[in-house]
C-alpha cells in the first residue's frame, strides 16, 4: 500500500455516481513513484491472486494485471500460472460492469458478494464469461468464508489485498492479514474524509489491534520501503 506522510491513500470519498467513473474520481496512489508501482507489481508476481474492493477498481483505469510479459515471466520461473486470479469485494452489490478490469480476459474474476448483491448483479455480468459472481453472506461478505473458497476452488496460497481501506480494516478484524507492504510518500493530504489504510470500524480497544513487526525498511529517495510481518 501507498500512503502519505499522514496515513492518506487517496482523496475524499466519493460516490461513481457523484463523480463519474473514471473521470472525476481521485485516483488511488495518483503521488507513486514509478519505483514504488514497479515494487507493486513484483509483489503481484509472487502471488495467486488480487484481491480489492469496489472503490479501488471505478477509482481509475484499474485492470489489476501483471503488469507484462517481464512479470509473467516471473510468476512461470516461479511455478506459478502467468496470470493471476483476480477477486473484487462487494457486499452491496452496486458496481459498475464498465470498469477497466471487466474488460479483461487474462484472468477469471470473481466477484464476492452477499445475497442481495449477487441477486443484482448476476445479471448484470451475464454476458461475461470470465467473470463469476458468489454470495458470502446474507448480509455481509464472510471473508474467512471467502479465503476458504479460494483455497478450495482454485488453490490460492497467496492472496495480496490493495484495498480500498474499508476492506483493510476488515481483512485485519478478521486476521487475514500475515504481511504489509508499505510506502511512504512525502507529502501530508491532510483532511478528515480522506481515506487512510483502514478505514471502517476498526478495533474498540488497542490490546485487541493488529499487530506487526518491521522485518525490511529502505529509503530510496524520498519514499520509505516497509515491510512489516505478523506477530505470532
Not at 477469471?108 to 452477499?114: G, K
Not at 495480496?160 to 507529502?187: C, H, Q, S, W
Request: with cysteine.
Amino acid at each position: 500500500m501507498l500512503m502519505t506522510a499522514d496515513g492518506k491513500v487517496s482523496g475524499p470519498h466519493r460516490s461513481s455516481t457523484q463523480a463519474g467513473l473514471r473521470k472525476d474520481m481521485d485516483p488511488m496512489a495518483a503521488f507513486g513513484s514509478h519505483r514504488d508501482h514497479r515494487r507493486l507489481l513484483r509483489i503481484r508476481a509472487t502471488m495467486d491472486a488480487v484481491i480489492c474492493g469496489r472503490r479501488t477498481i471505478e477509482s481509475g483505469p484499474i485492470d489489476l494485471g501483471t503488469g507484462g510479459k517481464r512479470y509473467e515471466r516471473m510468476r512461470v520461473a516461479a511455478g506459478l500460472n502467468d496470470c493471476h486470479r483476480k477477486v473484487v469485494v462487494s457486499g452491496s452489490g452496486v458496481l459498475n460492469s464498465d470498469c477497466k478490469v471487466f474488460e479483461m480476459n487474462d484472468s477469471p474474476i470473481l466477484i464476492a458478494t452477499t445475497q442481495s448483491g449477487k441477486q443484482r448483479l448476476g445479471a448484470q455480468f451475464a454476458n461475461k464469461p470470465q467473470v463469476e459472481v458468489l454470495s458470502f453472506g446474507r448480509e455481509t461478505v464472510h471473508l474467512q468464508k471467502l479465503v476458504a473458497w479460494l483455497y478450495e476452488h482454485w488453490n490460492i496460497r497467496r492472496l495480496v489485498l490493495e484495498g480500498g481501506g474499508k476492506l483493510n480494516d476488515a481483512m485485519f478484524r478478521a486476521k487475514l492479514v500475515d504481511e504489509i507492504y508499505l510506502t511512504v510518500a512525502p507529502l501530508v493530504y491532510g483532511g478528515h474524509t480522506h481515506s487512510t489504510i483502514s478505514d471502517g470500524k476498526g478495533f474498540s480497544k488497542l490490546s485487541d489491534a493488529a499487530s506487526f513487526k518491521c522485518i525490511e525498511h529502505r529509503r530510496v529517495g524520498s519514499e520509505m520501503f516497509l515491510t512489516y510481518r505478523k506477530k505470532s
